[in-house]
């Protein structure tokens, strides 16, 4: 009763009425070349069953170009199909059915392909889009546990899982910690070794079809990591309230590096260039802080951002009284190691003297510069005057 | 011939770009050997012939933050610039204390977690960062296995939350990888979770174009495996009943299926210290034993003598068992695992509790 129920769940998916034969573990496994070869019913690395004669004989079939066309492909599945389907390895036991279960996969994906719409020409390259419809993962190995009362079944041979066609090689008994125990068998060793051949051919085939994509994929990840490591890193900083701010007032997503920047009570260390006299241009340190302002960041990896903010500015000489005015911030993340990024400030100063005329002020992103010490840095210009 | 690709992603802290997972992999490789056929084979030979693992590390992404942001840690704390944000309560709790050394655990540690929960670009950068290592090793395996899928992850403590993130992430943006790794055309064959802390961190805020917060749920997240939409055949999470890391919204679905997911939670230690560390994790044959049959694909791994020799090793080596360890700990948090949790009570259990370990 359990095995019919065991079987009936692993071994026949849905197929009504089917019963497989089960084969002694101990006739397979007192095979010579069971020992050798006998990885065919699991998922080891090794795989020394590709080794195997049998296995081999696959490697006859011809290799696809790195850029195949459907044309190729077809022919290549055609191959695998034609290798299968006269098999001598199929013909006893389970064989017959193995084959045919084998057979309903591979013409699934034949007629997938010839479904593709429009058709591509049979001269050029398969692009992804056609393969998409045809390539899958059915041809991977499973494997699958099954608890019935108490006992519980595993099985590390389990193909196109829960499909009418499911195909199961082995099923052991697990019982505690240790490694499981022989059970039944449901191929032969080189039922086994066929199918898998079978199998591993149709999977190399897709990895060619998938393998110009993953690369396209990994690209396309390498672009959106740069935009990150731009935006966060070279891009114009944010201190601790501007970054959590920003994380919620700007437009992004993990693979869209956001564009735009809030700049918000941002102090930046610089110098004040009083520009009223033609002849003599006095410089200040002085101390900025761009009230608000944006930035925005230009190239797919964020590679350069402009921005404008409002700024206040305060130096250490009183009788500059306060500045107001606006500031350009510019700078480009690939030059940020070596230049840092600027900010340009045109301020209106309330001098004691009574002038009210413009004064320039440029700053560098020294926070960006020099990471540690800044907070001595800015405590020390706002202790004698307090912060604006 | 194909190798077994183990992605290995990291926890919270600084670590070394080129080196860090090597304890890890060291570790594994050791254990793997005292299980035949493996025992025969040098560790050079297994990671030339068997297995490749491919370190994902996300750190950087933190230390940009961390470098910066410690020299300000006072003004964070008191200004008022920050207030109103969902980390200023636990910024202050920090400020307030007098123990540095708790200060320095929160800084090296703490804050990444931190951030990962409250930062939306920190997020969506450690995310970009991991999916990109992610594919990377995906293109280097499809390669030289000729389209087998052999790709395992085991993660580990912040590690399992990022890791969750990221193949959700990645899977739902089908514009950036064409469908490759939609689950009819791959599914992770693995995933193995070591101190699993995706539940407690799950995102309160959007980070994707294509999928909303609730998406990232981790019960009803497309990591639920058993299911031909699930991105991964199966789902193992591990914990340690001793490490404090796993007793705040611990994870424990209650209806996942058997056959693809295993929760396993193990009682042995020796220093409380070592409780939450990889090594001591993966160093249980209850863990690595059923971590290699999955990885190699072989449920017949482990002899019954070898088995009985990992028993007996972990008696030696670990020959503490778990009882009401950390009772100060303990004080701090409801031990319920639905119940919900503060951001500062989180951030203060954190630090105290990565305070008592390595």
Do not use: C
Not at chain 1, 365 to 387: F, H, I, K, M, Q
Not at chain 2, 102 to 123: M, S
Not at chain 2, 168 to 194: D, K, N, Y
Not at chain 2, 333 to 345: C, F, M, T, Y
């Amino acid at each position: 009763m359990l095995l019919s129920i065991l079987l009936a769940a692993l071994a026949q998916g849905t197929t009504p009425g089917a019963e497989w034969q089960v084969l002694p573990p101990e006739s397979v496994e007192a095979q010579t070349a069971f020992e050798r070869f006998g990885d065919a019913y699991s998922g080891a690395p090794e795989a020394n069953w590709k080794s195997a004669g049998l296995a081999r004989a696959w490697g006859e079939l011809e290799d696809l170009p790195a850029t195949p066309t459907l044309a190729e492909v077809s022919a290549a599945i055609a191959a695998a199909r034609a290798r299968v389907a006269e098999s001598a390895v199929f013909d006893e036991h389970n064989g017959p059915r193995i084959r045919r279960h084998l057979l309903l996969e591979i013409d699934g994906v034949l007629r997938a392909m010839a479904l593709t719409t429009p058709a591509p020409l049979d001269s050029e390259p398969l692009d992804w889009e056609t393969a998409r419809t045809f390539v899958s993962g059915r041809f991977e190995r499973e494997s699958a546990t099954l608890t019935v009362d108490d006992a519980t079944f595993v099985t590390d041979s389990m193909f196109f899982a829960g499909e009418p066609s499911q195909v199961v090689l082995r099923l052991d008994l697990k019982s505690g910690l240790g490694g499981a125990t022989p059970f039944a068998y449901y191929a032969t060793l080189e039922q086994a070794i066929e199918f898998r051949a079978a199998a591993a051919r149709m999977l190399a085939i897709f990895g060619t079809l998938v393998q110009p994509q993953l690369e396209r994929t990994a690209q396309r990840l390498g672009e959106i990591d740069a935009g990150w490591t731009n935006y966060l890193e070279h891009g114009f900083s944010q201190y601790p309230w501007e970054s959590w701010a920003n994380g919620w007032l700007t437009d992004f997503a993990w693979s869209r590096p956001p564009r735009s920047q809030w700049v918000l009570l941002h102090p930046e260390l610089g110098l004040v260039f009083d520009t009223r006299s033609t002849r003599s241009a006095e410089m200040e340190a002085a101390l900025l802080v761009h009230g608000l302002g944006y930035v925005r960041y230009f190239g797919d990896e964020r590679d350069w951002f402009a921005g404008l903010s409002a700024t206040a500015s305060i130096t250490d000489d009183a009788s500059y009284g306060w500045g107001f005015g606006p500031t350009l911030h510019f700078g480009h993340a690939r030059l940020a190691s070596r230049v840092p990024h600027v900010s340009v400030s045109v301020l209106w100063h309330d001098f004691e003297d009574g002038g009210n005329e413009p004064v320039l002020a440029a700053t560098l992103d020294l926070w960006r510069l020099v990471d540690r010490g800044n907070e001595l840095l800015y405590s020390s210009r706002l202790a004698p005057r307090g912060a604006p | 011939m194909a190798r077994t690709y183990v992605f290995l992603v990291h926890g919270v802290g600084k670590h070394a770009a080129d080196t860090w997972s090597d304890p890890w992999q060291r570790v594994l490789i050791d254990k793997l050997r005292t299980f035949a056929p493996y025992s025969r084979r040098s560790p050079e030979e297994l990671e030339r012939e068997s297995i490749r693992f491919v370190p994902i590390g996300y750190d950087a992404v933190f230390e940009g933050f961390r470098q910066r942001w410690q020299n300000l840690a006072g003004a964070l704390a008191s200004s008022d610039f920050a207030a109103g944000t969902a980390a200023h309560g636990a910024l202050a709790w920090v400020a307030d204390q007098s123990d540095d050394a708790l200060k320095n655990v929160f800084w090296e540690k703490v804050l990444d977690a931190l951030l990962w929960a409250t930062n939306p670009h920190a997020r969506a950068a450690v995310i970009a960062r991991v999916s990109k290592q992610l594919v990377d090793g995906l293109v280097a395996m499809n390669e030289e296995n000729q389209g087998e899928n052999t790709a395992h992850i085991v993660a580990h403590s912040l590690g399992t939350s990022v890791t969750h993130d990221a193949l959700i992430a990645l899977r739902a943006a089908a514009g950036v990888h064409g469908g490759t790794l939609e689950p009819a055309r791959f599914q992770w064959r693995s995933v193995t979770m070591l101190a699993n802390t995706s539940r407690l961190l799950e995102p309160r805020f959007d980070v994707s174009d294509e999928l909303d917060p609730a998406d990232f749920k981790v019960y009803g997240s497309a990591m639920k495996p058993g299911a031909r939409s699930s991105l991964v055949k199966s789902y193992t999470s591990v914990r340690q009943r001793v490490d404090p890391i796993t007793w705040p919204r611990r994870f424990q679905p209650m209806d996942w299926p058997n056959s693809a997911y295993a929760d396993i939670e193990t009682v042995h230690f020796d220093q409380l210290a070592g409780v939450h560390d990889f090594e001591t994790y993966v160093a249980n044959p209850f863990v690595h034993l059923p971590l290699f049959q999955t990885l190699m694909g072989d449920s017949r791994l482990g002899k019954p003598e070898e088995v009985e020799r990992a028993l007996k090793d972990l008696d030696r080596d670990f020959p503490r068992v778990a009882d009401v360890e950390f009772p100060q700990l303990r004080a701090l948090i409801d031990l319920d695992p639905n119940r919900p949790i503060s951001l500062r009570q989180l951030v203060e259990f954190l630090v105290k509790a990565f305070r008592e370990l390595h």
